[in-house]
């Protein structure tokens, strides 16, 4: 077994749908798992629609237009016939959508969200699955709710491991199964979503409940480049990297490889392509076991719009632990995600996402105890495999708050 996984960019228009058919049209010998997301930027349209549907309902309507006629460009160039069965299909689908948002709201946000968001997969993969039927790609398409499932926590469900193999063990997969990313669904049969960018995930679930061969991850970079090209036009591509690697670079907020993706593989040594669908020939970055590649190039990983927050106690205690376990439960409180932390004696600074309503609730939360004074549109960079030479250069000019170094990695936070 294979498993691929195509993202959004791969099935952004009639165009890239036709592409990946070309490519699907030379694995028509192995037995193959292909797992796809909603087509371009179509969950943001979604979440839009979401939205609506939770605070605005006279916006419905317009959200939901943008939806489908989105989608009926595609059709149109995909199947010039309007008798085709996908056209069924699709009114299906949608049909099932109007009736969810025909129901009132239930005060339940992520709830809500999930049973409308997936919409966007099952709709892509129903005019994939189509499109290759109708052009020489034989293929079964799999609701992926009735095979992956989860706990009830909904926009991040967890895996229920043993239910989600033993469904899988009964895979028919004669022919290939084209399938969704992102959604699965709870004991009770609701839909669950993985998180955002959580169709990468999909496939290594997949692939570890499959013992797949490999599983690959097409986009449209030539691999894992060692920074994303659109901050940093010399970005180069990674040949081979190991899983820890990988698991490393993702955790510092490279957004190549979503974090979860890799530990499934890691446990069963199946390695992870990750390849370009543009250039499909290409050889692509290898993710396995062996460190041996893993110091030759440095990489570059930028989060931009960061705020950082310095918490210091009202009463000059000292941080120590019970300060830092207020703190910590108020960041839990905020659904705030740090992504560094440093303390002195008489202050705990912390870098994150700068969200207004976040950053507001936890600084309500604090106001009584602590002084709070933050910088905004801050940078936090992480350079793995840095030399002195790459932190002067990357940091000349810059006014740096904040730096720690590891062995392999140093951070900053910076403007
Ligand atoms: N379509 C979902 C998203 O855009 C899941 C994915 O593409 O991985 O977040
Ligand atoms: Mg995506």
């Not at 059709?75 to 069965?85: A, T």
């Not at 709709?123 to 095979?147: A, C, F, M, P, Q």
């Not at 703190?327 to 705030?336: D, P, Q, T, W």
């Not at 700068?354 to 936890?362: D, G, I, M, Q, T």
Request: aromatic share 10%; hydrophobic share 40%; net charge negative.
């Amino acid at each position: 077994m294979k498993v691929f996984k195509f993202g959004g960019a791969s099935v952004k228009d009639a165009e890239s749908v036709k592409n990946i058919a070309s490519i699907l049209a030379n694995y028509q010998d192995d037995k193959l798992i292909v797992v796809v997301s909603a087509m371009g930027k179509m969950t943001n349209a979604f979440e839009w629609l979401i939205n609506s549907y939770c605070y605005s309902p006279n916006k419905v309507r317009q959200s939901l237009n943008e939806i489908v006629d989105f989608h009926n460009t595609i059709l149109w160039e995909l199947f010039p016939d309007k008798g085709h069965k996908v056209y069924i299909a699709v009114n299906e689908l949608l049909f099932q959508l109007e009736e969810v948002l025909d129901k009132s709201y239930s005060n339940d946000y992520d709830q809500a969200y999930d049973s409308l968001v997936g919409y966007g997969e099952l709709i892509s993969t129903t005019i994939i699955s189509h499109y290759l039927n109708s052009n020489g790609v034989e293929n079964d398409w799999l609701d992926v709710r009735k095979v992956i499932k989860t706990n009830s926590d909904f926009r991040q469900a967890k895996i229920d491991w043993e239910g989600t193999q033993t469904n899988i063990n009964k895979l028919n997969d004669s022919k290939i199964i084209i399938s969704q990313g992102f959604i699965g669904s709870d004991s009770e049969g609701s839909t669950t979503t993985l998180g955002r960018e959580g169709s990468d995930f999909s496939a290594a679930i997949f692939g570890y409940c499959t013992n797949a061969q490999s599983v690959t991850i097409w986009k449209d970079v030539a691999g894992v480049l060692n920074a994303d090209p659109k901050h940093f036009p010399d970005a180069i591509k990674i040949d081979k990297m190991s899983y820890r690697e990988a698991i490393e670079l993702s955790y510092y907020g490279a957004t190549v490889i979503h974090p979860k993706t890799i530990k499934p593989l890691e446990n069963k040594l199946i390695p992870l392509y990750v390849k370009s669908f543009l250039n499909p020939e290409d050889e692509g970055t290898v993710v396995q076991k062996s460190t041996s590649h893993d110091k030759l190039l440095p990489s570059y990983i930028f989060i931009k719009d960061q705020i950082l927050v310095s918490i210091s106690p009202k009463d000059f205690s000292f941080i120590a632990e019970d300060n830092m376990s207020f703190i910590f439960a108020k960041l839990a409180e905020a659904k705030i995600k740090v992504n560094l932390i440093q303390n002195s004696a008489l202050s705990f600074s912390v870098c994150f996402k700068n969200e207004e309503k976040k950053v507001e609730s936890l600084f309500n939360a604090l106001e009584n105890s602590f002084e709070v004074k933050y910088n905004d549109k801050v940078t936090l960079l992480t350079i793995r495999h840095f030399t002195e030479e790459i932190l002067d250069k990357m940091t000349v000019d810059k006014t740096v708050f904040i730096e720690q170094k590891s062995r392999n990695s140093a951070r900053f936070v910076l403007r």
